[in-house]
């Protein structure tokens, strides 16, 4: 979604404890269970109400983990800030606008957040999760779609922008 600018949102602690991690932290796996250091300090930083289960993507403002949500038995995204942007007003006001927009409304064919939060300087987001291929993966296996897979693709993008311009967001 594009979305307005506008607002502060105040540092707040969290009552998650995020990671910490350094801009240079190494993501290597480690020798005893292939678990890296990146993803153990996600797993402290979360535990005990999301459980780590996987990377997810990497954006140009966050990366995306997968967590089970220990509480409500189901699967959660969750995005945070890179390292490296964290200290940056600008992005992080970006990064609040899209968390303002999201909760804003609810429509089937954009994501729902669930909680917005920070601790040490890292802003994240949970979000529900919605399984299956990303676009391009399937684009990129599929080669060409024809015009009917394109235009129900569509016509579900453009709902949700719909639904997104109808409360001001773009």
């Known amino acids: 979604l594009l979305l307005r600018a506008g607002g502060r949102y105040p540092r707040q602690a969290s009552p998650y404890s995020i990671l910490s991690v350094s801009p240079d932290a190494e993501v290597r796996p480690a020798e005893a269970g292939g678990v890296s250091a990146l993803q153990a300090r996600i797993t402290r930083a979360f535990e005990p109400r999301y459980r780590f289960v996987r ?5 140009g403002m ?3 983990y ?4 220990t509480v409500l038995e189901r699967s959660v995204a969750i995005k945070i800030l890179k390292p490296e942007l964290c200290e940056d007003q600008q992005v992080r006001d970006r990064f609040l606008d899209e968390a303002r927009a ?16 920070e601790h040490e300087g890292r802003l994240y987001l949970v979000m529900d ?11 990129r296996k599929a080669g060409t779609f024809n015009e009917q897979r394109v235009l129900a693709l569509m016509d579900q993008v453009l709902q949700g922008l719909s639904a997104a311009h109808a409360v001001g967001i773009v």
């Open 55 to 59: 990377e997810l993507g990497r954006g």
């Open 102 to 117: 999201l909760i804003r409304f609810s429509h089937p064919n954009v994501v729902q957040l669930r909680h917005v939060g």
């Open 62 to 64: 966050g990366i995306v």
């Open 129 to 139: 999760f919605v399984p299956g291929e990303p676009l391009n993966d399937v684009l």
């Open 66 to 69: 997968l967590f089970t949500d």
